[in-house]
């Protein structure tokens, strides 16, 4: 690749957006100009797909379902359009990526780690992100941001404690794991701290 492929973590109410959003403003203002995406969506099929996916009324959609969903969303996503800002040589910035995958269906869902890696192997090759930045919030502060502010509930919202518990967990296994890739920042600081040190960690790639 040619370009640098920079990926956010967390846990929901992490403030992953919020973040991206400043970091986007400060590179800007330094003109660095980066691209940014989304997990689930990015593009008319992945958003038509994540649209299913996190819709609360599809409470009976089948778990291995979910997983193989976000794996082909994700496939159309890199095909379309990550792919070809990385060969142009962009800075792409994505809220979530594989990551989540494995955390959320892979420990949240207990479907497995390895199992879940080996569907996206499939969807992503080799378009793995030069960096991950995780914003690390327990899940008791995250969940009350999300029903304290106006941002639409999701599916994934309303699980219980427990499995957001797990996917916490899950995120930490996957971060020891990939120790060089994944930085970790501590999401309850004001944002403005949180926003300079991912900042420092992107600086390091660009």
Request: hydrophobic share 40%.
């Amino acid at each position: 690749m040619k370009g640098i492929f920079i990926t956010f973590e967390g846990p929901e109410g992490s403030g992953k957006t919020s973040v991206i959003e400043a970091i986007v403003k400060q590179l800007n203002e330094e003109n660095i100009h980066v691209m940014t995406t989304r997990e689930p969506g990015g593009i008319r099929i992945a958003e038509k797909i994540r649209e299913i996916i996190l819709d609360v009324e599809n409470v009976e959609m089948d778990l291995i379902t979910e997983a193989l969903l976000f794996a082909a969303s994700r496939r159309q996503h890199i095909i379309e359009k990550i792919w070809p800002a990385l060969e142009e040589g962009k800075v792409v910035i994505c809220d979530r990526f594989v990551d989540s995958s494995l955390a959320y269906q892979g420990v949240g869902r207990e479907l497995g780690i390895e199992r879940v890696y080996n569907i996206n192997r499939y969807a992503i090759e080799d378009c793995l992100p030069n960096l991950t930045i995780f914003i690390d919030v327990p899940p008791s502060i995250g969940l009350k941001r999300v029903f304290s502010n106006d941002r639409k509930v999701d599916r994934l919202d309303l699980e219980t404690i427990q499995f957001h518990e797990k996917v916490y967990r899950g995120y930490h296994e996957i971060i020891k794991r990939f120790p060089n890739r994944i930085k970790v920042v501590d999401g309850t600081q004001p944002i403005e701290i949180v926003v300079k040190e991912a900042l420092k960690w992107i600086k390091t790639v660009i």
